[in-house]
């Protein structure tokens, strides 16, 4: 096979891309990506055997979060890109190297003399190079669980937070993935560790939004469109944001939120501008055709690209931090760490304002201050028989038929429960006319996928309201919808905080072995997903 990739919900045929990703990438992007993951841990290696101070590696840290993040899927396809980005991390291994003085002989160490010997390495030291499926299964998990949790941690450190200790536990668990002695409990203990770690991660990120933009509110959202020239702004990084709305401020050009930058809308700071004037659009997977009806610029600050389907559309499309796209046009800060939009800003003026492709407002903003805020109603609610359930759907959404499940569960849910969400999973059903109990929407939307962090910390706050010894008390249902590498994390966090019963789907991922699919099944209660009348009755006896 030209390549092997499992990371993502929709890994072919259930078990994996072998030719070209479904995702979009091609054979040359993946295997660079694993050579990529690998450069990584050779610098983890070093630091950890080397016994280095993380907190005296300054940009190293940041170096290895990139590396990370950019192998997210959907994140980067630019070859030119990644490769730059291993040479980097070559350079940085091997001035590690001089500064220790113990014995690293063992240690990962390759050199690329060209884009041919790159290539050859990559097919190497890819996924499959770990023979046992048990080990390669546990190594992936802890992997792509560092891939969501380095997105979330490269966030919070472009808005001037870090924890050292984050980045200690990065070293660590990538240099054990390179470990042979480590058996497949030392893994599995490692693995909840990195869930663990995740949670941390999400709490770093969540300080550092609402430290500088507040704390989310009950907000309504604009889903129609005016008549000004406007960009899209896609992806997850509250700082780009807050960058393109000031660049743009009386430029006479909008700003959307798109997909997952939806939640941008929720945050007082933000609404004090008056350029940002709603979203526009659905989940990511929808973008070639909205992007297609909405004429201007696309600004993406992260994963998720869907590959376009013709140059006009690349011409439009701009990238930021780990996201890149061959042909399209990436912006880097400067020294700073500031960004110039004004490229992006100036090709919104030549071009027509946005087609509208639906009107309305839709709500959200309830991240744990707005829930607790509303705390009073809620336990009442819950006393009186008026919340019966809570279900948790948080995660992603996907280009698969199958994801219409979660549109028809959310519609045959009782009318007497209410659904907490996060991430883009939130687009199957956050349309829906669901109603409200008692003045509380049915459909409580957290915010992003890291601000799932938010739902954990409500459902802690509700166990202590009640006083109740187990989390896993509470009538709330966990059935979650996963895609890529950060819904990985979330879950991993869930399980850590002894969350326990998770149904996911569509389906389960392929990087989990029968054995280790095992081990989550028998000691977590991890399910799959059925019909939605099996799933509904399953879920409300």
Same mark, same amino acid.
């Given at each position: 096979m030209?390549m092997?990739?499992?990371?993502?919900?929709?890994?072919?045929?259930g078990?994996?891309?072998?030719?070209?990703?479904?995702?979009g990438?091609?054979?040359?992007?993946?295997?660079?990506?694993?050579?990529?993951?690998?450069?990584a841990?050779?610098i983890?290696?070093?630091?950890?055997k080397?016994?280095?101070?993380?907190?005296?590696?300054g940009?190293?840290?940041?170096n290895?979060?990139?590396?990370?993040?950019?192998?997210?899927t959907?994140?980067?396809f630019?070859?030119?890109?990644?490769?730059?980005?291993?040479?980097?991390?070559l350079?940085?291994?091997?001035?590690?190297?001089?500064?220790?003085s113990?014995?690293?002989?063992?240690?990962?160490t390759?050199?690329?003399?060209?884009?041919?010997?790159?290539?050859?390495?990559?097919?190497e030291v890819?996924?499959?190079s770990?023979e046992?499926?048990?080990?390669?299964?546990?190594?992936?998990?802890?992997?792509?669980?560092?891939?969501?949790?380095?997105?979330?941690t490269?966030?919070?450190?472009n808005?001037?937070?870090?924890?050292?200790?984050?980045?200690?536990?990065?070293y660590?668990?990538?240099?054990?993935t390179?470990?042979?002695? +480590?058996?497949?409990d030392?893994?599995?203990?490692l693995?909840?560790?990195t869930?663990?770690?995740?949670?941390?991660?999400?709490?770093l990120?969540?300080?550092a939004?609402?430290?500088a933009?507040?704390?989310?509110?009950?907000?309504?959202?604009?889903i129609?469109?005016?008549?000004?020239?406007?960009?899209?702004?896609?992806?997850?990084?509250?700082?780009?944001?807050?960058?393109?709305l000031?660049q743009?401020?009386?430029?006479?050009?909008?700003?959307y939120?798109?997909?997952?930058?939806?939640?941008a809308?929720?945050?007082?700071k933000?609404k004090?501008?008056?350029? +940002?004037?709603?979203?526009?659009?659905?989940?990511?997977?929808k973008?070639?055709?909205?992007?297609?009806?909405?004429?201007?610029?696309i600004?993406f600050?992260?994963?998720?690209?869907?590959?376009?389907?013709d140059?006009?559309?690349v011409?439009?499309?701009?990238?930021?931090?780990?996201a890149?796209?061959p042909?399209?046009t990436?912006?880097?800060a400067?020294?700073?760490?500031?960004?110039?939009?004004?490229?992006?800003?100036?090709?919104?003026?030549?071009?027509?304002?946005p087609?509208?492709?639906e009107k309305?407002?839709?709500?959200?903003?309830?991240?744990?201050?707005?829930?607790?805020?509303?705390?009073d109603?809620v336990?009442?609610a819950?006393?009186?028989?008026?919340?019966?359930?809570?279900?948790?759907m948080?995660?992603?959404?996907?280009?698969?038929?199958?994801?219409?499940?979660?549109?028809?569960?959310?519609?045959?849910?009782p009318?007497?429960?209410?659904?907490?969400?996060?991430?883009?999973?939130?687009?199957r059903?956050?349309?829906l006319?669901?109603?409200d109990?008692?003045?509380?929407?049915?459909?409580?939307?957290?915010?992003?996928c890291?601000?799932?962090?938010?739902?954990?910390?409500i459902?802690l706050?509700?166990?202590?309201?009640?006083e109740?010894?187990?989390?896993n008390e509470?009538?709330?249902?966990?059935?979650?919808?996963?895609?890529?590498?950060?819904?990985?994390?979330v879950?991993?966090?869930?399980?850590?905080?002894?969350?326990?019963?998770i149904?996911?789907?569509?389906?389960?991922?392929?990087f989990?072995?029968?054995?280790?699919?095992?081990?989550?099944?028998?000691?977590?209660?991890?399910?799959g997903?059925?019909?939605?009348?099996?799933?509904?009755?399953?879920?409300?006896?």
């Amino acid at each position: 096979m030209s390549m092997f990739c499992y990371q993502c919900q929709e890994a072919a045929k259930g078990t994996g891309c072998t030719v070209a990703g479904v995702c979009g990438k091609n054979e040359e992007v993946s295997n660079l990506q694993d050579l990529l993951i690998y450069s990584a841990k050779g610098i983890a290696e070093v630091v950890v055997k080397g016994k280095l101070d993380v907190a005296g590696l300054g940009n190293i840290n940041e170096n290895v979060l990139d590396s990370l993040f950019k192998t997210i899927t959907n994140a980067n396809f630019d070859p030119a890109a990644i490769r730059a980005q291993i040479r980097k991390n070559l350079s940085i291994r091997n001035g590690l190297v001089k500064s220790v003085s113990g014995d690293l002989h063992d240690c990962v160490t390759f050199e690329v003399s060209d884009d041919a010997s790159m290539d050859a390495k990559a097919i190497e030291v890819g996924v499959l190079s770990t023979e046992n499926e048990d080990v390669r299964s546990l190594r992936e998990l802890i992997i792509y669980g560092l891939k969501g949790y380095a997105a979330y941690t490269q966030h919070a450190l472009n808005l001037g937070k870090e924890d050292t200790d984050l980045y200690a536990f990065t070293y660590e668990a990538l240099a054990a993935t390179l470990d042979d002695s +480590l058996t497949a409990d030392d893994l599995v203990a490692l693995t909840l560790k990195t869930g663990e770690y995740g949670v941390k991660a999400m709490a770093l990120l969540d300080a550092a939004n609402t430290g500088a933009y507040g704390n989310p509110e009950l907000s309504t959202v604009n889903i129609g469109v005016k008549n000004n020239p406007a960009i899209l702004i896609s992806g997850h990084d509250l700082n780009d944001m807050e960058m393109l709305l000031e660049q743009t401020k009386g430029t006479g050009v909008d700003v959307y939120t798109h997909s997952e930058m939806l939640p941008a809308n929720y945050y007082p700071k933000f609404k004090e501008y008056d350029n +940002l004037v709603g979203n526009y659009g659905n989940a990511w997977w929808k973008q070639k055709e909205e992007f297609e009806t909405f004429n201007g610029p696309i600004l993406f600050t992260t994963n998720c690209i869907v590959p376009p389907k013709d140059a006009a559309t690349v011409a439009r499309i701009f990238t930021s931090g780990a996201a890149g796209f061959p042909g399209s046009t990436h912006i880097d800060a400067d020294e700073k760490g500031n960004k110039d939009f004004s490229a992006v800003i100036e090709l919104a003026k030549t071009l027509p304002s946005p087609t509208e492709i639906e009107k309305g407002e839709i709500v959200g903003g309830f991240a744990h201050a707005q829930v607790f805020a509303l705390a009073d109603k809620v336990v009442d609610a819950v006393k009186s028989g008026a919340i019966k359930k809570f279900f948790v759907m948080a995660g992603c959404d996907g280009r698969m038929k199958g994801r219409d499940y979660y549109t028809e569960f959310a519609k045959e849910l009782p009318k007497d429960t209410v659904i907490l969400t996060a991430g883009c999973a939130k687009f199957r059903y956050n349309k829906l006319p669901l109603g409200d109990i008692g003045g509380i929407p049915r459909v409580l939307d957290a915010g992003q996928c890291n601000d799932s962090y938010s739902l954990a910390i409500i459902a802690l706050k509700l166990k202590e309201i009640f006083e109740l010894n187990d989390i896993n008390e509470l009538p709330i249902a966990y059935n979650i919808a996963w895609y890529e590498q950060k819904a990985v994390i979330v879950l991993l966090a869930l399980l850590s905080l002894g969350v326990k019963n998770i149904h996911l789907g569509p389906t389960l991922p392929a990087f989990l072995s029968p054995n280790v699919a095992k081990v989550l099944i028998d000691t977590f209660g991890i399910a799959g997903i059925g019909s939605v009348e099996d799933d509904v009755k399953l879920f409300m006896a």
